[in-house]
């Protein structure tokens, strides 16, 4: 089992920044690859961003590139997503994932943390 706890999130002025984490605990070796989706209010859930074990991947959804940057801290067993830019359809809860391949990332079978509510206004 891994649990997932995140933090970080708010309520922040378009163009402004926040910062999330999440942290891991558990079985955290069985998780080569980390991520987070989001889901806007009214709105299905979204793939966000994802990175490999080493950092050595990373991933993107279009909607966040060059605006959002993902990494993490294995030594603290610790996810990050920086998140600049923001902007009012960047509001959803942020949740953080857990997986074993990349290709089914977001899948129920993968850990999820419980979500952070983070709130752009314009």
């Known amino acids: 089992q891994v649990q997932l706890v995140e933090s970080g999130g708010g309520l922040v002025q378009a163009g402004g920044s926040l910062r999330l984490s999440c942290v891991a605990s558990?079985?955290?070796?069985?998780?080569?690859?980390m991520g987070w989706f989001r889901q806007p209010p009214g709105k299905a859930r979204e793939f966000v961003a994802a990175?490999?074990?080493?950092?050595?991947?990373?991933y993107y959804s279009d909607s966040v590139e060059g605006r959002f940057t993902i990494s993490r801290d294995n030594a603290r067993n610790t996810m990050y997503l920086q998140m600049n830019s923001l902007k009012p359809e960047d509001t959803a809860v942020y949740y953080c994932?857990?997986?074993?391949?990349?290709?089914?990332?977001?899948?129920?079978?993968?850990?999820w943390g419980q979500g952070t509510q983070v709130t752009v206004s314009s």
């Open positions: 990175i490999s074990w080493r950092s050595s991947d990373t």
């Open positions: 994932v857990a997986a074993p391949k990349i290709d089914t990332i977001g899948s129920r079978s993968d850990y």
């Open positions: 558990g079985r955290t070796f069985s998780s080569n690859y």
